[in-house]
């Protein structure tokens, strides 16, 4: 089975509310990754979190291994921050760690 | 931040057709990843290498082959392309076996 859920798959807000993606996995991980995908199809690296809470600016990452799940949250949404986020459960292999990556949130801020 | 970037930026070749994608970083980086990303599917991991002469099959190879000449550049090849093999094509690249990817703004191949 998929190794690594997103939800919801799109979320449509009004600009000022709040948007929270979740991350769901089933395997083993050295850590997650959330990313930020423009419209353009360019990748922004948002967040390394293996564990616990990190924020940066509007958004806070939290990832609860015992939980198995990871989110993001976007304070105060802005237009500017449509597009699609990207999880990615880090797993350890030999030689270098690999990515797996979800299917992606779609969100989309209306003015 | 890393720099990473791709070329050709647009390519398109037909069924049968010899493509090259190239990959340069210039973050002196030992970890260099291509990917693939399908509505659908995501991104999935075609082929890795964590330094030069180095190559590890990801998860997606069949139809693929990559070489790693030096620690920036690292190139994916595609011998016999098909439609099926159509796609976004993302590099990426990272200092250690664990940590933040730094991605290359893709290579949207069309195979006709």
Same mark, same amino acid.
């Given at each position: 089975?998929?190794? *690594?859920?997103?939800?919801? &798959? =799109?979320? *449509?807000?009004?600009?000022?509310?709040?948007?929270?993606?979740?991350?769901?996995?089933?395997?083993?991980?050295?850590?997650?990754?959330?990313?930020?995908?423009?419209?353009?199809?360019?990748?922004?690296?948002?967040?390394?979190?293996?564990?616990?809470?990190?924020?940066?600016?509007?958004?806070?990452?939290?990832?609860?291994?015992?939980?198995?799940?990871?989110?993001?949250?976007?304070?105060?949404?802005?237009?500017?921050? =449509?597009?699609?986020?990207?999880? &990615?459960?880090?797993?350890?292999?030999?030689?270098?760690?690999?990515?797996?990556?979800?299917?992606?949130?779609?969100?989309?801020?209306?003015? | 931040?890393?720099? %990473?970037?791709?070329?050709?930026?647009?390519?398109? +070749?037909?069924?049968?057709?010899? %493509?090259?994608?190239?990959?340069?970083?210039?973050?002196?980086?030992?970890?260099?990843?291509?990917?693939?990303?399908? +509505?659908?599917?995501?991104?999935? #991991?075609?082929?890795?290498?964590?330094?030069?002469?180095?190559?590890?099959?990801?998860? %997606?190879?069949?139809?693929?082959?990559?070489?790693?000449?030096?620690?920036?550049?690292?190139?994916?090849?595609?011998? #016999?392309?098909?439609?099926?093999?159509?796609?976004?094509?993302?590099?990426?690249?990272?200092?250690?076996?664990?940590?933040?990817?730094?991605?290359?703004?893709? +290579?949207?191949?069309? %195979?006709?």
């Amino acid at each position: 089975g998929q190794q *690594v859920q997103q939800s919801p &798959a =799109s979320l *449509v807000l009004q600009e000022g509310e709040n948007a929270e993606l979740q991350c769901n996995f089933s395997t083993s991980l050295n850590s997650m990754q959330w990313f930020y995908q423009r419209p353009g199809g360019s990748l922004v690296s948002l967040f390394y979190n293996p564990s616990g809470t990190k924020h940066s600016g509007r958004l806070t990452s939290t990832t609860v291994i015992k939980e198995r799940r990871s989110s993001l949250h976007i304070s105060s949404s802005q237009t500017t921050d =449509s597009g699609t986020y990207l999880c &990615a459960l880090e797993r350890p292999t030999e030689g270098a760690d690999r990515l797996t990556f979800g299917k992606g949130t779609q969100l989309i801020i209306q003015p | 931040e890393a720099a %990473v970037t791709q070329s050709p930026r647009n390519k398109v +070749t037909v069924t049968g057709g010899n %493509v090259t994608l190239s990959c340069r970083q210039t973050n002196s980086h030992n970890y260099m990843y291509w990917y693939r990303q399908d +509505t659908g599917h995501g991104l999935r #991991l075609i082929h890795y290498s964590y330094g030069a002469g180095n190559l590890q099959i990801g998860d %997606v190879p069949d139809g693929y082959k990559a070489t790693r000449t030096t620690q920036e550049d690292f190139f994916l090849l595609l011998e #016999l392309a098909s439609p099926s093999q159509t796609s976004l094509y993302f590099c990426a690249s990272s200092d250690n076996r664990g940590g933040t990817q730094y991605f290359g703004p893709g +290579t949207r191949l069309l %195979v006709l």
